[in-house]
């Protein structure tokens, strides 16, 4: 028996067959849970039935995060078929428009790309925590997102990004404490990088990878099978004692100076 047997799980964020949401969606199959899933735009809606169907699930629900009536209607629905709550929601969202991590810190710096970076990279995740919180209490729960070391350090390309995932990294603590109570935990995954579409938005990408290919200490990236197992424990019931953590998966590349 897997040891996500019983639990429900709504995962957001698959975009592609590479996104990091999807090797969750693989590892918390293989545990045994019951699966759930959100697109962004009809042009990613295929794709995220297909990927549903793979795991057994037809519940596959449109959510754009920068839409408050879409996140009360993703939520409404839900209910309609897991009226009595679930367990895990996985937060695997970000965005920045491109011009806003080109170059240096200041190049693509504007007010509204600042605005659009926090937004969707940051604020969604409250927002999820907050729309979802009625369905989750009180059953050994969990929330957990996906952050990346360039929250901490000033890294080449990051840029905006960074400070956007800063703030994503402190609400995860702040939710922690207000959640707690309830039963329901909030962690972080920092993830090493991995080719998605999203990392596509990022210069020197690939100059990054071969950087942690030759200098983590386990010498290699990492997959999403390793971000979605790490992902599948946070969630379930063998994580019970862990809460407003940033764990990061990623072949030990943080702990070099
Ligand atoms: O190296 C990496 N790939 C890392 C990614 C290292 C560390 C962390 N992460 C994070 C990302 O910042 C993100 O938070 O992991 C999370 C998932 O990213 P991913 O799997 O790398 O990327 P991708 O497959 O592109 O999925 C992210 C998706 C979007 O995809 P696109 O590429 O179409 O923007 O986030 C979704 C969208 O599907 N997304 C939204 N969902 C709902 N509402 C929105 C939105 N407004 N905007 C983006």
């Given at each position: 028996m897997g040891f996500l047997q019983g639990k429900r799980a709504l995962i957001t964020g698959i975009a592609s067959e590479r996104s990091i949401a999807t090797g969750i969606a693989e590892a918390m199959h293989r545990e045994g849970a019951e699966?759930?899933?959100?697109?962004?735009?009809?042009?990613?809606?295929?794709?995220v039935e297909s990927a549903a169907q793979e795991y057994g699930s037809n519940i596959v629900l449109p959510l754009d995060v920068a839409d408050d009536a879409q996140i009360e209607a993703c939520f409404a629905e839900l209910g309609k078929h897991w009226n009595d709550g679930f367990d895990i929601l996985i937060h695997a969202i970000a965005f920045a428009p491109r011009e806003a991590?080109?170059?240096?810190f200041l190049d693509g710096l504007t007010r509204e790309n600042f605005a659009i970076a926090h937004d969707i990279s940051a604020?969604?995740?409250?927002?999820?925590?907050?729309?979802?919180?009625?369905?989750?209490?009180n059953r050994k729960a969990?929330?957990?997102?996906?952050?990346?070391?360039?929250?901490?350090?000033?890294?080449?390309?990051?840029?905006?990004?960074?400070?956007?995932?800063?703030?994503?990294?402190?609400?995860?603590?702040?939710?922690?404490?207000?959640?707690?109570p309830e039963?329901?935990?909030?962690?972080?995954?920092?993830?090493?990088?991995?080719?998605?579409?999203?990392?596509?938005?990022?210069?020197g990408f690939r100059k990054i990878l071969g950087h942690v290919e030759e200098n983590a200490p386990l010498?290699?990236?990492?997959?999403?099978?390793?971000?979605?197992?790490?992902?599948?424990f946070l969630s379930s019931d063998l994580a019970s004692g862990v809460t407003g953590e940033v764990t990061y998966v990623d072949a030990g590349y943080n702990i070099l100076g």
């Open positions: 699966l759930a899933f959100t697109y962004q735009t009809e042009k990613l809606r295929p794709r991590i080109a170059g240096q604020y969604s995740l409250s927002a999820l925590a907050k729309a979802a919180r009625p369905m989750m209490q969990s929330i957990l997102t996906l952050s990346y070391l360039g929250a901490e350090r000033a890294l080449v390309g990051y840029n905006l990004m960074g400070v956007a995932k800063a703030s994503l990294e402190s609400s995860v603590r702040y939710l922690a404490c207000n959640l707690g039963g329901i935990r909030v962690n972080a995954i920092s993830a090493g990088p991995i080719k998605t579409l999203a990392a596509a938005g990022i210069a010498r290699r990236t990492v997959t999403i099978e390793d971000v979605g197992n790490v992902a599948a």
